[in-house]
């Protein structure tokens, strides 16, 4: 592998709950992957990062971590993450996990001896246990409101049994945020880092690391308009929802919650990222940080800091030609800016899959989620089409590229789950006015004609799975030249033997409007994101997310062209 592999990476993203069954208990495990690892190294993808297996609870599908040095029985053992891991080694795959750091689970060691001990206690003080507002202390300390609906602070009671403090859970009440001014949290921090770098790990994905550090005095706050996103700016939701929007990125800073991108969690990735260079090979830490705009988001990955933070902003920009250009512009130009590669993403477990989010039509601000009630719910095969295009347009940018797992079979948002199978805290937390996130989580299809489709060696999935999932399995597409898998493998591999992630952008002139065209290295890439199809400039198909039409380019398709 090349030196610096990061900047120029595909990592796929594995959601255990749903990537692969080993014990057939309908809830995916670590022998799971590592039994399926060869279809990833097929799939030609650099490393792979899991979402929490650590002992959980699962009130938020394991990022509610109770220990950070083990593994949920759900999953599996230490033992089966260090055969999963030599396995993808020896693929030549490497592991990324996720780090969860902005909060524990309440069945946290810390957080139970915290519920125990007395206001004003050391083991109070690894949280944000507050005293409440009014005469009897009966009001939240502050106004501010959880990601997932519903206040952000919820009252205890203390050992007389009487009402007592109150804990700060910017997610769900199960998620108590820990104080990371206290020295003994950055300790036992370092330590989980090292736990992992040596075990092997190539890096961490670092959950909410934009919310670790809260503004002095946790001031009350009012967000601007309709958020709902892991914590991202109203602006930027907006666009989730897939109508063409004027691109709207901006110099200002965004968002001024007293909750996102303090100054202070800086010095925290500053410190991980020294640790992490005393460690042999690359090993990487990789920002998710909701923060707007662009500019800002880089400050995560100045040299001293992150090697990578992904890129919201494109994932939410609609399929727009001008949206397109500008936020590629804007990427390249402010990760460019600190030395370091763009992200690129369409898809992860937070959000709509994107088969079917470019296509809706009504807006649906992140971490929404779509049901049955959702208005302006796309058709698949129109909604599918453009998604092709938009994820060959995507593999051809240089920097580095996410991809999420059961996207390069086209999976669509799973819209019709019942009501009783679902498990996002956002859906409970909102009385269901929310679905949630759910409908992307949907345990993955591998053989059409097997049992749960595949997914284990049991008729069982944690979240049931639509009829569709045969006709999309792994098995079926396999050999089939006009998959989306086929579609995956042939960009990921011609991305790698063309050096793309490597490469320099240059912009191509003389199209209409609605076509985003550009030159990387010595390939030309033409996306047509209108109504009509458009002559192609001369030179050798490469690629081409759907047929052409007589030589020409119809509307939703990308063609790669040798230049
Ligand atoms: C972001 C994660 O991606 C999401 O799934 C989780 O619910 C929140 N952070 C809270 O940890």
């Excluded at 700016?233 to 303090?262: F, K, M, R």
Aim: net charge negative.
């Amino acid at each position: 592998m090349t030196s610096e592999w990061w900047r120029t990476a595909a990592i796929y993203q594995i959601y255990p709950r749903s990537f692969a069954d080993a014990n057939g208990d309908g809830m995916g495990d670590l022998a799971g992957i590592t039994s399926r690892l060869v279809a990833l190294q097929e799939l030609g993808i650099n490393a792979i990062w899991l979402s929490p297996f650590y002992t959980s609870p699962q009130r938020d599908a394991g990022y509610d971590v109770a220990d950070y040095c083990d593994v949920d029985p759900l999953f599996g053992t230490l033992d089966d993450f260090d055969a999963m891991i030599a396995e993808a080694h020896a693929r030549g795959i490497r592991v990324i996990v996720d780090l969860v750091p902005n909060h524990s689970s309440d069945a946290h060691e810390w957080f139970q001896a915290a519920l125990a001990a007395a206001p004003g206690s050391p083991e109070r003080a690894r949280y944000l246990f507050r005293d409440g507002r009014g005469p009897d202390g009966a009001e939240a300390p502050n106004n501010w409101e959880s990601v997932f609906g519903g206040p952000a602070w919820t009252r205890v009671l203390e050992s007389d049994g009487t009402p007592g403090q109150w804990y700060l859970h910017l997610f769900d009440s199960s998620q108590p945020d820990f104080d990371w001014t206290n020295d003994e949290v950055r300790e036992e921090f370092r330590d989980i880092l090292r736990f992992w770098l040596d075990r092997g790990v190539d890096g961490f994905r670092v959950d909410v690391a934009h919310g670790m550090i809260k503004a002095e005095g946790l001031p009350d706050y009012t967000p601007p308009a309709e958020g709902g996103s892991m914590g991202g700016a109203a602006g930027v939701t907006a666009a989730a929802s897939g109508v063409p929007l004027e691109p709207e990125i901006s110099a200002e800073p965004g968002d001024s919650a007293p909750y996102w991108g303090q100054e202070g969690v800086h010095d925290i990735y500053r410190d991980w990222r020294a640790l992490l260079d005393e460690y042999p090979g690359e090993r990487i830490l990789a920002a998710e940080a909701w923060v707007d705009p662009l500019p800002r988001v880089a400050k995560w990955v100045r040299p001293d800091e992150m090697h990578q933070a992904f890129n919201f902003a494109y994932l939410e920009t609609p399929w727009n030609a001008e949206a397109l250009r500008h936020v590629i512009d804007a990427s390249l130009d402010a990760f460019g800016s600190v030395g370091a590669p763009s992200t690129w993403v369409l898809s992860n477990h937070d959000v709509v899959r994107h088969a079917t989010r470019l296509s809706v039509t009504e807006a649906n601000p992140q971490g929404h989620g779509l049901g049955p009630r959702s208005k302006g719910l796309p058709e698949y095969a129109p909604g599918l089409r453009r998604a092709r295009a938009a994820t060959a347009l995507m593999l051809a940018l240089p920097g580095s590229a996410y991809l999420y797992q059961g996207e390069e079979l086209g999976l669509p948002e799973v819209i019709h789950l019942p009501d009783d199978a679902r498990q996002d805290p956002t859906w409970f937390r909102t009385g269901g006015e929310r679905y949630g996130r759910d409908g992307c989580r949907v345990p993955l299809p591998w053989e059409g004609s097997a049992p749960s489709y595949g997914f284990g060696p049991a008729d069982a999935s944690w979240l049931p799975q639509p009829e569709q999932w045969a006709s999309l399995a792994r098995d079926r597409q396999r050999d089939d030249p006009t998959s989306t898998l086929s579609l995956y493998r042939g960009a990921l591999a011609l991305r790698r033997s063309r050096d793309l992630g490597a490469g320099a952008l240059e912009w191509l002139p003389g199209f209409a409007e609605s076509i985003v065209a550009f030159r990387n290295g010595d390939v030309v890439v033409v996306a047509n994101t209108g109504d009509a199809a458009v002559e192609l400039p001369a030179g050798e198909v490469l690629l081409s997310s759907e047929p052409l039409e007589g030589g020409m380019l119809p509307a939703d398709t990308t063609a790669w062209l040798a230049a």
